[in-house]
């Protein structure tokens, strides 16, 4: 079945690290996107890409970068970990830009 | 951008109705609603989606009005289950294609509590 998945599922890293984020999708989507999730804000798009050497900055987009090489992955990148970057992440993944869009299980990071 | 606002919580119980209402002020032309739900420790799962009028599916309706300035997502006969965060998402990303940065939105989420 396809499906799509995130590593690692929790990370811990200092501050000013360069940290990344794995997500991988089998559902041959040309869409991905980047959420990060914290309490009082809900979901909050970071990146997205309609596909292959494609990227765009959503709503939060600043201390992130994302790269797209392949249809099945798109990377997420903190280029500096930060405290404030202390988070759940989660990407998700749909066939057009209306469609339903499918997430993966999240990953939660903890920035020291 | 659309900004969307949401009730916290609400509480319900088993088999009634429930209907959870999402505001969208400045919602624009091209935007779509779309209404996911979310587990602890899970990713959100998307439920209904609309841009006008009435749209229902096997678990839920969601309603939308004329000015499209608010939708409302029912949930028929509700259970233990169905306790869970309801967001809603209002968006369109295709103007990135004309140049200008499309977005989603989601609310706040409204975390439903069903009791037996």
């Known amino acids: 079945d396809a499906e799509i998945t995130q590593s690692p599922r929790h990370k811990i890293t200092e501050t000013g690290r360069q940290v990344t984020l794995a997500c991988h999708q089998t559902?041959?989507?040309?869409?991905m996107f980047w959420y990060r999730q914290d309490l009082g804000h809900g979901l909050r798009l970071i990146h997205y890409s309609y596909g292959v050497q494609d990227t765009n900055k959503g709503e939060v987009s600043d201390g992130y970068s994302v790269s797209r090489s392949n249809t099945e992955d798109l990377p997420l990148t903190l280029e500096s970990a930060a405290s404030s970057q202390t988070s759940v992440y989660f990407c998700?993944?749909?066939?057009?830009?209306?469609?339903?869009?499918?997430f993966g299980p999240g990953t939660r990071l903890l920035v020291l | 951008l659309a900004k969307t606002t949401q009730p916290i919580s609400m509480d319900s119980y088993e088999g009634q109705e429930v209907n959870i209402t999402c505001s969208h002020n400045n919602i624009a032309t091209n935007d779509y609603i779309t209404w996911y739900q979310q587990f602890p420790s899970q990713g959100p799962r998307f439920i209904i989606q609309g841009y006008k009028t009435k749209v229902t599916n096997e678990v839920a309706s969601l309603f939308i009005p004329a000015d499209r300035k608010s939708s409302t997502l029912s949930l028929p006969r509700v259970s233990l289950s169905d306790t869970a965060v309801y967001y809603c998402l209002v968006g369109d990303l295709r103007v990135n294609y004309g140049g200008s940065q499309g977005n989603l939105i989601f609310g706040k989420g409204t975390k439903l509590s069903v009791k037996p």
């Open positions: 998700a993944s749909s066939e057009g830009w209306a469609e339903t869009q499918y």
């Open positions: 559902w041959n989507h040309n869409n």
